[in-house]
Structures are given as C-alpha cells and as structure tokens.
C-alpha cells in the first residue's frame, strides 16, 4: 500500500531542485560541451541524452535517490523499481501494467520525466548552450521561454 500520493507537481518540482544542484555544480564543465555528470549516485549521466545513461535515467535516480518513489509506489512497485536501479544501469524504472493503479502511476511518471526534460532544456538555454542536437523530440517547445515546470 501507498504511504502517501504526491502530485505530479510535487513531484516535479522535488526533482527539479536536484537538477538545478546538479547543473549549477557542472555548469563549467557544460558551457565546455562536456554534459556527463556525477551526482553522487548512479554510474554518471549525459544531460544532453535521452537514451541510456541520460536524463531519463537520471530523474528516475532522482526519484529514487529522494525517497519520492519510495512514497508513492507499492512494495511491490518499489522491489521493481530497486532492481531496474541495481540491475540495470542507465536504464528507468516504468510501472508494470498489471493493475489500473500501475498504468495511472505510468502516466504520471512520463509526464513527470517529461517536464523535468523540458526543464533542463530551457536550463541549459539559459546558460548560453545550444541544445537543437539534442532535444530535437521537442521542437515545437520554445525553450527559451518554456522551463517545464
């Protein structure tokens, strides 16, 4: 059972707070083209990426590394979770669908990953960096306007 069901907004901005740590510690080493950052848990991630090993995988160990998994999933959600974290690096975590719930936790969470991409995009814009190779999935987004949030 769920001890407690955040708001996808919640969620959001939770993350949000780490990544803002996380480009403001590598802010150097971004203006320099060099995305791959440590942020004390995982492998290392590229802010730039969204294939393995990048954003994606970066805000699920944000999720996870926070404890904001740990309140809004299952028990049995979470030892999903855990495994994807230790078993499959560079890799995220999505709800199996066998119930309602997990395909509504699903939803949330691709939105969640959603605006915390289109977040650190208009970031990343605000630095000065030229982000059109990397987040060309978004091209409709203005990302100098746009944070995501």
Not at 24 to 43: A, H, M, Q, S
Not at 49 to 73: A, C, E, M, N, R
Request: net charge negative; charged share 30%; aromatic share 14%.
């Amino acid at each position: 059972m769920k001890k407690e069901m955040l708001s996808e907004d919640e969620i959001v901005h939770s993350v949000a707070k780490v990544l803002d740590q996380i480009i403001n510690k590598n802010k150097k080493t971004i203006l320099k083209d060099d995305f791959w950052v440590y942020p004390g848990f995982g492998w290392g991630f590229h802010l730039n990426q969204l294939s393995t090993f990048g954003l994606p995988s970066l805000i699920d160990h944000i999720l996870f590394d926070t404890g904001v998994y740990k309140k809004i999933l299952t028990k049995k959600q979470y030892a999903q979770c855990m495994y994807v974290i230790s078993e499959k690096p560079g890799e995220y975590y999505y709800p199996i669908h066998g119930h309602l719930e997990d395909k509504k936790l699903d939803e949330i969470l691709m939105w969640v990953h959603w605006r915390c991409v289109v977040y650190v995009a208009h970031r990343l814009v605000k630095l000065g960096v030229d982000i059109k190779d990397y987040f060309d999935e978004f091209e409709d987004i203005d990302f100098t306007k746009e944070s995501g949030l």
